[in-house]
């Protein structure tokens, strides 16, 4: 809570939906500030008797006019202190002001380039901004009394102010590392507007874990589920420290999708904590395994192909193996905490309660599922990394003393290869096919005057809109240089704060990759129905793929993976680029393209700082070629593998895993 005098000086967070709110929040940690989230509907009272020295809105998937916008106090904007709106925040501003918002033709997703002007915001800046920019509503009217200070590269307006009522909007970003000088910018509204010191230090952030596992178990016994991750080890290497060695129990559960010998490798990892570890081998019983997913039974999960209902049914029949084993250790189950090294962005990403309970879900992750929120409700849960994120996790496992190669150890979905294996018994081609194909046809083929399949009207329509987004010296340049089409799968990603599960846009034609990182830019700007962009190495493809190969969790697929996996980081570790690349996921996908019955296989290169933003690696850039070039020549060895593609997404509009 904040106060006046010499306590530390607290401003609030208003979480009105962002993904990004935590990372407001840690943004505005590392600037010595303190910072408390709250929900948007907090009534002025309370932010005035609380004394926050600022305040800041986050941004939000809804728009301002609609009618399950979130709620807030109808006074919020006359407090008196400075308040930064962010996207949703901003258009709040200047549509409570009488100014105007709007959905436009076309969506701002993905790295942008402002041009501002003079603003106390962007003091000491000059110059183009990179931005990250994820809205579909515009202002297309500023509200009276604000003044412009920065414009998109499309001509929409992205940062406005009015000075007298202390009141900033930004439409993008400045939070995320996307944007570049973002907390340059963040240190300006809290500094140089707000007025603030910057005494804030954070405590140590082991000690409180500590004081927190101690606090939350007391005497009593806990299991930690352990799958050999950073997560989950510093996890156990905490409550080692917190607590007796009788006390703990820790468990690793292999449920049949594990990385090819993981659970052996798992078993060598955790001996350096002294733990005493069952392994519990239950991939025939996950096979096997239902749930109920809002009122319905769902199928065995080895039928089963819906992304959401594979999550629930794994994270749920976690949960029950881990009672089943507390009973085989004689444990009483109703005496034992649940320990789990939930991190943060898994909080945000499953939009928990705990951290904002208005945020568009945008995956369940296995360890926040339903029954995990009711054993949390029922306060048997301790997890006490979940003010974290991965980066912060890695420097506390260093200075808990874990082994380097386990810190750095790439991250592992705790559904395991599950996720991984993209399982579908048909094509997925809606309405929007052939049309979306027939509009990739014409950005990959920009001088070309001939486009069949689309309209007249339709492609005048583009050409403008792509003019007003300044985009066609790019697809200018690179017109003929690649094929473009539309694979007939979904992958899930995140457009303006909210979840998407759209199409798959394969390239491919020569490996440039400048021109071929461009494209993947500029076609989910064009395309909102397409929320990832791969290379496809191999012969070129030119006509419509619209056939797949069904699959589902069985041990051909998973094995598949499982191969393919295991020369992706064995390639990793031979080039050193484990701590380089951030996350690589590895990822099956049921399309053979020119060999019926074949699969590809997918690599999902990630960089990032705070895992809810990132960019894929650049080839000769950020990973060597010949890295890449083994890993295509490796993968496509494996039995049944027609093509390897390569990710060329940020995050957002694609989310890190593809389901």
Known sequence: MASDGDSVETIAILDAGSQYTKVIDRKVRELNVSSEILPFETPLSTLLANKYKAIVISGGPQSVYASDAPKHDKDLFTIGVPILGICYGMQLMNYIYGGKVEKKEHREDGVDSLTISPSSLFEGLSGPQRVLLTHGDSITTLAPDFVVSAISSGNIISAIECQERKLYGLQFHPE????????????????????????????????????????????????VLVSGGVDSAVCAALLSKALGPEQIYALHIDNGFMRKQESERVEVALAVLGLRLHVCRAGDLFAAAQTTVRGTLTPPLHQAINPEEKRKIIGDTFMKVADMEIAKLGLKAEDVFLAQGTLRPDLIESSSKTVSGIAAVIKTHHNDTDLVRALRDLGRVVEPLSELHKDEVRELGKTLGLPEG?????????????????????????????????????????????????????????????????????????????????????????????????????????????????????????????????????????????????????????????????????????????????????????????????????????????????????PGTDIPEAAVQEMVKRVAGVPHISRVMYDLTSKPPGTTEWE
């Open 176 to 223: 995320v590392d996307l944007t570049a000088n973002g907390k340059h910018i963040l240190r300006n509204f809290l500094y140089n507007i707000a007025g603030l010191r910057g005494g804030y230090t954070l405590e140590d952030r082991e000690e409180r874990a500590i004081h927190h596992i101690r606090q939350v178990v007391g005497a009593k016994k806990v299991l």
């Open 406 to 618: 386990l810190v750095w150890r790439q991250p592992f979905p705790g559904p395991g290869l599950a996720i991984r294996i993209l399982c579908t018994a048909s094509p997925y081609m809606d309405a929007s096919f052939t049309k979306t194909n027939a509009i990739l046809r014409l950005l990959a083929n920009w001088k070309m005057d001939d486009h069949p399949g689309l309209e007249d009207g339709v492609v005048r329509g583009i050409r403008q809109l792509v003019q007003t987004m300044c985009l066609q010296d790019q697809l200018s340049t690179y017109s003929g240089h690649f094929s473009a089409t539309l694979v007939p799968i979904q992958t899930v990603g995140v457009q303006g704060d909210g979840r998407t599960y759209s199409y798959l846009c394969a390239l491919s034609g020569p490996t440039e990759w400048t021109s071929l990182f461009v494209l993947s830019n500029v076609i989910p700007k064009l395309c909102h129905n397409i929320n990832r962009v791969v290379y496809l190495f191999g012969p070129r493809v030119d006509g419509p793929v619209e056939t797949v190969t069904p699959t589902l969790l069985n041990p051909e697929a998973v094995h598949q993976l499982q191969d393919a996996d295991e020369i992706v980081n064995d390639v990793l570790l031979k080039y050193d680029l484990v701590r380089t690349l951030s996350q690589v996921p590895v990822v099956l996908v049921p399309v053979g393209f020119d060999k019926p019955g074949h699969r590809s296989i997918a690599i999902r290169t990630f960089i990032t700082n705070d895992f809810m933003t990132g960019v894929p690696a650049i």
